[in-house]
């Protein structure tokens, strides 16, 4: 069973930044999809970004939704399986409970979510 835990999260203001994380637990799958999702009060979750290969597209691919591009950045931690969301511009639509998904085909595995809250 595959763990992901997120960490960051919190309260800032509109215009400011925030980096959140998500930790994967060791695994031996070569290929799959791990990024963001995020539900906010009374609406459908979405994807946020995410990146992905397989076995037919080896090279990582990095996807982003229409309403963070050149705002959000994927990144990861060399030697940990570890990803980060960097966030900037932050904008009070962007409040809601960001999910880590690690998908390899066939499976979905979900973190429990952290809290971001943009408010004035």
């Known amino acids: 069973q595959v763990q992901l835990v997120e960490s960051g999260g919190g309260l800032v203001e509109p215009g400011q930044s925030m980096i959140i994380s998500c930790e994967v637990s060791?695994?031996?799958?070569?290929?799959?999809?791990m990024g963001w999702y995020r539900q906010a009060p009374g609406k459908a979750s979405e994807p946020v970004a995410t990146?992905?290969?397989?076995?037919?597209?080896?090279?990582?691919?990095?996807w982003y939704a229409e309403s963070v591009k050149g705002r959000f950045t994927l990144a990861g931690c060399s030697g940990k399986n570890i990803l980060y969301l960097e966030m900037e511009n932050l904008r009070l639509e962007d409040s809601a409970v960001y999910l880590c998904?690690?998908?390899?085909?066939?499976?979905?595995?979900w973190g429990r979510g952290a809290q971001v809250t943009v408010s004035s």
């Open positions: 990146i992905g290969n397989s076995p037919s597209r080896p090279q990582n691919t990095i």
């Open positions: 998904v690690f998908n390899p085909p066939g499976i979905q595995f």
């Open positions: 060791d695994h031996n799958y070569r290929f799959g999809t």
